[in-house]
């Protein structure tokens, strides 16, 4: 499964979407909302997604993952929209016979989707705003509302 | 001298490039034969963001380089550093 959604993924069962009788392992990491960032106070999260690639781009890295690891089954959905403090942006499943693979797995999908799957948060502060991803850039398209 | 034939292609723009164009899709124009770097040239001066700050770019889902030749009806999306997760 390997899905963007535009709503809550508290109570989506990835469990069962990849866990079969050979696996002694399965792992669920969800990324969730912090309150603090940069030193800043988060009010909340926007994630914006280009939902058909980055389904396709998760299904990739899911391939990915299956050629490298002897693991049995891989979930990834991540949400789309405005997010409260504690709430998952991202909720990754691995199932595998050995508990080794999937937790070595499990970090390379949440590695990888940062880097590759075209999604975007945005940190509403009490302040001010700012879509992230251009930290390390020189020029930002979108300046600091906060001013 | 007959003018280039045109084709069209789809713009999908997203998070600050969404922004900073105000609009989230749009249809272009451009000749046979033109590259993902000719539709920049051509859009940067409408969206001014795609040439200053640049980022990725995914032509019918799949990231290509600037070389990329377009055909008609492609779907060419452009893509700020991305933060899932």
Redesign the interface.
Known sequence: MFKVIDGPLEGIDLESEVRTDADGAIIVFR?VARRYSRGRDVVHLE????A???E?VMAQIGEEIKARWPVSGVAIV?RTGVLEIGQA??AIAIAAPHRGEAFEATEYA?DR??????????EVWSDGEQ????EH?Q????SDHSA | MTPAAQISVQIRLFASYREAAGTRSLEAPVSQGATVADLVELLAERIPALRTAPGLIAVNYTYVQPDFELHQGDEVAFIPPVSGG
């Open positions: 990324g994630y914006e997604a280009y058909e690639m980055a396709k991540h942006s991202v949440i989707l940062k880097q590759i799957v075209p999604i975007w948060k945005k879509w992230i991803g251009w850039e020029h930002q398209v979108t």
